[in-house]
Structures are given as structure tokens and as C-alpha cells.
């Protein structure tokens, strides 16, 4: 039985792989386009310290690199962090059905028993 369902499910498999490459492979492109222009800013501001270029020329430059700089970042996806089971300020989430453990709600007299 088992054997069948994986023989089922196998394309679809397949499929789900080839996407996580071709999404992995978007990714390192993105990657790769973010760190060139890190490094294009770099010698820019280089050559402007060496007096290689003047501030007009600088401005343009940067400008256009910051400009792709913000569009390689726009088409990044948000990545939002998983759900660990705490809330923002560090606690752990309470669960409503809990009341009692915590000795909210309900009646209980000293040795733990509900009255």
C-alpha cells in the first residue's frame, strides 16, 4: 500500500523539487545582485575620497546604484519568523484552558481540589 502511494505522489515530488532549485537559484541571484552593489558603492565612494571622480558625478552614480539597490530589495520576499509559541515581549502564550492550573477561575481549596 505504501509503495503505491509513493508511486502516486512521486511526480508531484519531483515537482515540489524542481521549484525549491529554481527558487533556491533565484535566491543566490539576488543574492549575488545585492553584494555587486555593495561593492559598486564601495569603489564609488573610493574613487571619490581618491578625487578618481567629483560630487556631481558621485550623486548620479549613487543614486542609480542605490535605485537598483531598492529594487533588488522589492523583490526579495518578506520573510516573517515562525511561530515558536511565544508572544513579542518574550513570554510564552497561556492557554486559556489553563485557568484552573494557575489557580485562576474556579474555586479550589488549599490541598488543590476544586470545591
Not at 525549491?20 to 575620497?49: V, Y
Request: proline share 3%.
Amino acid at each position: 500500500m505504501f509503495i503505491i502511494d509513493r508511486l502516486l505522489a512521486a511526480p508531484v515530488h519531483g515537482l515540489l523539487w524542481v521549484a525549491r532549485k529554481i527558487k533556491q537559484q533565484a535566491d543566490e541571484e539576488l543574492a549575488d545582485d545585492e553584494a555587486g552593489i555593495h561593492a559598486s558603492l564601495a569603489e564609488l565612494n573610493r574613487q571619490l575620497e581618491q578625487g578618481l571622480i567629483d560630487e556631481e558625478a558621485f550623486a548620479l552614480r549613487e543614486t542609480a546604484l542605490i535605485d537598483r539597490l531598492e529594487e533588488v530589495w522589492a523583490n526579495q520576499p518578506l520573510m516573517l519568523p515562525a511561530s515558536t509559541g511565544e508572544q513579542q515581549d518574550g513570554t510564552a502564550e497561556s492557554d486559556p484552558g489553563d485557568a484552573g492550573a494557575t489557580g485562576e477561575g474556579g474555586n479550589s481549596n488549599d490541598n488543590g481540589r476544586m470545591a
